[in-house]
């Protein structure tokens, strides 16, 4: 086993299979491990370079294979796919993860903490809770509707048609319809403050980094944005510069050029999606305020070419870039001068 130089690990959830080469190339371990045998086999291994395919418990194997003394490095699975031969099983999966994490030119993906991930769990469980909350107030809407009973659009709404259902004496309602009603009044409430406990808790974490309290001072980032960019992005540096971050998260133009031709198209939309997302919603509050002033901005001078949505996704990369520099040389954020008329 002392030949072994790099090893291609597919993971999964009980069967890990292996793919080790030497110094040379040469293909020297070719082995099938259950859960409990993986830690105790790399355990008597030493030190090698291990690739994983960016997945699904992808992270917490990193960090025990990193402790063992190996070097481990995550992959996107779609920069893997390449190096795939023929038809996909477990085996061609190891030895074309082994071939790719050799490649000089491959991207790969730092791999978190635990106090990192369970940042991101925050914002995941938000993002469920959010979807429960519209869930139970469309079912609420839907539900009364079949009675005649309807609401404007909004929190108002749902106000009133909660204070129809709490109303004993409202006689349009059946009472088992009023049971069933009530039980989702009583859900409704839960989520409510679920979401507002975990607001609270990602504001704290948002403050109590020295990183997260300079990134909020970026106009169109928040505590949401802020703590999540802490979390994703545990080590800036692995982006050569602001672009390729802002390319990570799907911000910039899809480009199809060819004999020295560009072609731009729309934003790919690649990468991460929920930072995208938060970036973009934090623009477009900056668009807002930004089209109610008379200051001669970049931005403004922009709104004046383009549409406020595409404006927005111009400044939500532009905001990538900047909160690179900030994370990559430790500075502050400094307030652009206004353009003179």
């Not at 190339?25 to 491990?33: C, P």
């Not at 830690?39 to 994983?52: A, D, N, R, T």
């Not at 505590?223 to 672009?243: H, I, K, N, T, W």
Request: hydrophobic share 45%.
């Amino acid at each position: 086993m002392s030949e072994v130089r790099v090893i291609g690990l597919d993971i999964a959830k009980s069967v890990f299979q292996l793919h080790g080469v030497d110094g040379a190339g040469a293909t020297v371990l070719q082995k099938r491990l259950t859960r409990a045998r993986l830690l105790p086999f790399f355990e008597k291994l030493s030190p090698c370079l291990i690739g994983i395919e960016a997945c699904a418990t992808s992270h917490f194997w990193a960090r025990e294979l990193t402790r063992l003394g190996h070097e481990v490095r995550l992959m996107p699975a779609q920069y893997v796919k390449p190096y795939l031969k023929r038809q996909k099983n477990d085996m061609a999966d190891a030895e074309a993860i082994a071939e790719a994490v050799t490649r000089p030119t491959m991207r790969f993906v730092g791999a978190k903490s635990a106090d990192e991930q369970s940042a991101m769990m925050l914002h995941k469980v938000r993002l469920m809770l959010n979807r429960q909350l519209v869930m139970l107030s469309n079912a609420m809407r839907a539900h009364m509707a079949e009675f005649g009973i309807i609401a404007p659009i909004g929190r108002g709404g749902i106000d009133r048609l909660r204070a129809i259902i709490e109303d004993e004496a409202d006689e349009r309602i059946p009472a088992q319809a009023r049971r069933c009603l009530q039980m989702l009044i009583a859900q409704l409430k839960l989520v409510k403050l679920q979401i507002l406990d975990n607001d609270r808790q990602v504001l704290a974490l948002a403050r109590s980094t020295e990183l997260g309290r300079r990134l909020m001072e970026i106009p169109g980032i928040g505590p949401l944005v802020a703590s999540a960019l802490v979390a994703c992005v545990p080590d800036p540096s692995m982006f050569r510069c602001g672009r390729n971050m802002s390319a990570w998260f799907g911000l910039v133009p899809r480009q199809n050029s060819s004999g020295g031709k560009e072609r731009l198209g729309s934003i790919t939309k690649a990468g991460n999606r929920y930072l995208r997302q938060m970036l973009f919603a934090g623009a477009m509050a900056v668009i807002r305020r930004a089209m109610q002033s008379t200051r001669r901005t970049w931005l403004s001078q922009l709104l004046a070419r383009r549409r406020p949505k595409i404006a927005a996704v111009a400044l939500a990369n532009k905001n990538a870039r900047i909160a690179w520099a900030m994370m990559t040389n430790g500075q502050r954020y400094q307030e652009p001068m206004a353009i003179a008329a």
